[in-house]
């Protein structure tokens, strides 16, 4: 064998590895997902988890499974997507109340080097509601009232 058939060979051979892990990750999603919902069942962040999971099922070809972690201002829930293997198998749906809790709680986990987002899913709009016999108009009236 010639040398510089030799070399062309062990160059291939050498180049085996990165095109198999190549292949793998183009293989993403071999497996269901785990979507943690730092919440429990019913909320509005558990309706969005569940719309976004069915949607995505198709896309990816793959299931996700909903889990409902509730408890601590949704840190219980973030702490376990923090500690999961990072390999896109297990992911969060957050919102503001889930990525403020290090100002309250003593957390395991980095907030802001440990999390990557992702996306916007949805915008919920708030209501304030009170009796009808209130004597306020507007939220300023409100304000001015307490």
Same mark, same amino acid.
């Given at each position: 064998?010639?040398? $510089?058939?030799?070399? *062309? ?19 993403? +999603?071999?497996? +269901?997902?785990?979507?943690?919902? +730092? ?15 069915? $949607? ?7 299931? !996700?499974?909903?889990?409902?972690? *509730? ?11 923090? $500690? ?26 980095? !907030? ?14 708030? !209501? ?10 507007? !939220? ?7």
């Amino acid at each position: 064998m010639k040398r $510089r058939q030799f070399l *062309g060979l062990a160059a291939s051979a050498a180049a085996i590895p990165a095109l198999a892990s190549i292949a793998h990750a183009q293989s993403y +999603p071999s497996r +269901p997902i785990t979507l943690i919902v +730092p919440f429990p069942p019913g909320g509005s962040t558990d309706v969005v988890g569940r719309i976004m999971a069915e $949607r995505m099922r198709p896309l990816l070809g793959q299931s !996700l499974i909903i889990e409902n972690v *509730g408890g601590a201002g949704g840190s219980i829930a973030l702490g376990r997507v923090a $500690r999961a293997t990072p390999d896109g198998y297990t992911i969060d749906i957050g919102q503001w109340d889930t990525h403020v809790g290090g100002i309250i709680y003593n957390l395991n986990y980095d !907030l802001q080097n440990d999390f990557e987002p992702v996306g916007l899913m949805s915008i919920n709009p708030q !209501l304030m509601v009170g009796r009808k016999n209130l004597p306020v108009d507007d !939220l300023n009236d409100d304000v001015s009232l307490a």
